[in-house]
């Protein structure tokens, strides 16, 4: 069974910096896409970063590129996303997903087939 668990949220300060963990169970990693999502109450999920299967190519979205990395690490099976400079806008439940038969790796929910459950992050100013 196929199981992403994610982990590092939390409340910071606006300005200061979080590194998401997201461990991946079940199935080779090394298949498809891996990205990352956020969603804010009452809002549609957004997609802040996805990875192609090398580890090669990344994507952002507009509101966190330039001060977000994500990465992983095929060895601990685990996907990981660092946002700097953190502001209030960027509190939400962030998810982590595969979309393990895509190979466009894009910032929409479609073809990510697996989620996580989530870890929340709240910045203050």
């Known amino acids: 069974q196929v199981q992403l668990a994610e982990s590092g949220g939390g409340s910071v300060q606006a300005g200061g910096s979080l590194r998401l963990s997201c461990v991946v169970s079940?199935?080779?990693?090394?298949?498809?896409?891996m990205g990352w999502f956020r969603q804010q109450s009452g809002k549609k999920r957004e997609g802040v970063a996805a990875?192609?299967?090398?580890?090669?190519?990344?994507r952002y979205g507009a509101s966190v590129e330039g001060r977000s990395t994500i990465s992983k690490d095929s060895i601990r099976n685990t996907l990981y996303l660092e946002i700097d400079s953190l502001k209030p806008d960027d509190s939400a439940m962030y998810y982590c997903?595969?979309?393990?038969?895509?190979?466009?790796?894009?910032?929409?929910?479609?073809?990510?087939?697996?989620w996580g459950q989530g870890t929340q992050v709240t910045v203050s100013s």
């Open positions: 079940g199935y080779s990693r090394s298949r498809g896409c």
């Open positions: 997903a595969s979309a393990p038969d895509s190979w466009t790796c894009g910032l929409t929910t479609d073809g990510y087939k697996f």
């Open positions: 990875l192609d299967s090398n580890g090669v190519t990344a």
